[in-house]
């Protein structure tokens, strides 16, 4: 009498072999879509950090805005704020207060800061001084990346919004020290679409 041993046949793994890599497979493009799905999330996390860092800065700038004017290299008096389309370089300069001096060395709290587009890049603008002898780079810091876009709108004490600050049609040596009372800052960004933002001066 023939006795047969136990164990599978060659259907039955070949069977199981196609049903584990079967399982392999799902497993895998499971694995692959929670991974992908995670790497979105922390870049759309980093996004709106970034963001949200940005508007904190030149909240912080805006609500320090100070009235003093400063002198560009070429001698010439710069109002404590301008900006606006046609600018070279930063949209918008303005002199703030505030700046930090842990090691209380012998300078000013004053800082002059700007914003401006390049590159699809929104660039904070820090110059090392207020007056300058000779011309003077600032130090530049990126705060968002993928913006198309940067328009900038200045409220007037009348409650007019103008393009340019100071206004187009305002005398520039009696505007040397005046701001506007608000700044709407208008951002296109892939990201986010397009983002408004209204600032109170002081």
Avoid: C
């Avoid at 940067?150 to 007019?160: C, D």
């Amino acid at each position: 009498m023939k006795r047969h041993l136990p164990g599978f046949t060659l259907i039955e793994i070949l069977v199981a072999t196609a049903i584990l890599a079967l399982l392999a497979i799902m497993a895998y493009g499971s694995l692959s879509t929670i991974l992908h799905e995670r790497a979105v999330t922390r870049r759309a996390g980093s996004a709106l950090q970034s963001l949200q860092m940005a508007m904190l800065l030149m909240s912080q700038d805006f609500a320090q805005a100070s009235p003093r004017p400063i002198r560009a290299s070429t001698g010439v008096l710069k109002p404590a704020l301008h900006g606006g389309r046609g600018m070279v370089g930063p949209l918008l300069v303005l002199t703030r207060d505030g700046d930090l001096n842990p090691a209380e060395e012998h300078r000013s709290d004053l800082e002059r800061v700007g914003y401006g587009l390049h590159h699809h890049n929104l660039i904070r603008y820090v110059w090392p001084v207020l007056d300058r002898i000779t011309p003077v780079t600032p130090e530049q810091e990126t705060l968002l990346h993928h913006v198309r876009s940067l328009r900038i709108r200045f409220l007037g004490p009348q409650g007019n919004w103008h393009r340019h600050w100071p206004a187009l049609n305002a005398s520039p040596t009696s505007e040397l020290d005046r701001r506007p009372i608000g700044i709407k800052i208008i951002l296109k960004t892939r990201t986010w679409g397009t983002i408004e933002r209204i600032f109170e001066l002081p």
